[in-house]
């Protein structure tokens, strides 16, 4: 069974730093457009950083300049590295792929969830 694994969330004060890291698992064929979204409370999930199809990268306005988002295809993994937090950037963040399975058709996967808090 295919699935997302977020690790890499927590407390940091502003200013501070994390890294994020989602790791696709189970019997893959092929991934595409692996990406990170967030969600704040009261607010609506929003794209924060992702690969595009052809390999390209997007960003949030919010977030430029201050995340990084890169992947290690070997291991199917992505990674979120997020400097200069502010406490705007407390969400839950989730990682999203469109995955195509062995002996299945491409569907889109979401992780768990991580939760980063940006707090003094």
């Known amino acids: 069974q295919v699935q997302l694994v977020e690790s890499g969330g927590g407390l940091v004060q502003p200013g501070g730093s994390l890294r994020l890291s989602c790791a696709a698992s189970g019997s893959i064929r092929s991934i595409n457009a692996m990406g990170w979204y967030r969600q704040a409370p009261g607010k609506q999930r929003e794209l924060v950083a992702g690969f595009t199809p052809s390999g390209g990268t997007n960003y949030a306005d919010s977030v430029k300049g201050r995340f990084l988002i890169s992947r290690d295809n070997a291991k199917n993994t992505v990674f979120l590295q997020m400097d200069s937090l502010i406490p705007e950037d407390t969400a839950v963040y989730y990682c999203?792929?469109?995955?195509?399975?062995?002996?299945?058709?491409?569907?889109?996967?979401w992780g768990q969830g991580t939760q980063v808090t940006v707090s003094s």
């Open positions: 999203n792929a469109d995955i195509n399975p062995w002996g299945s058709i491409w569907k889109n996967y």
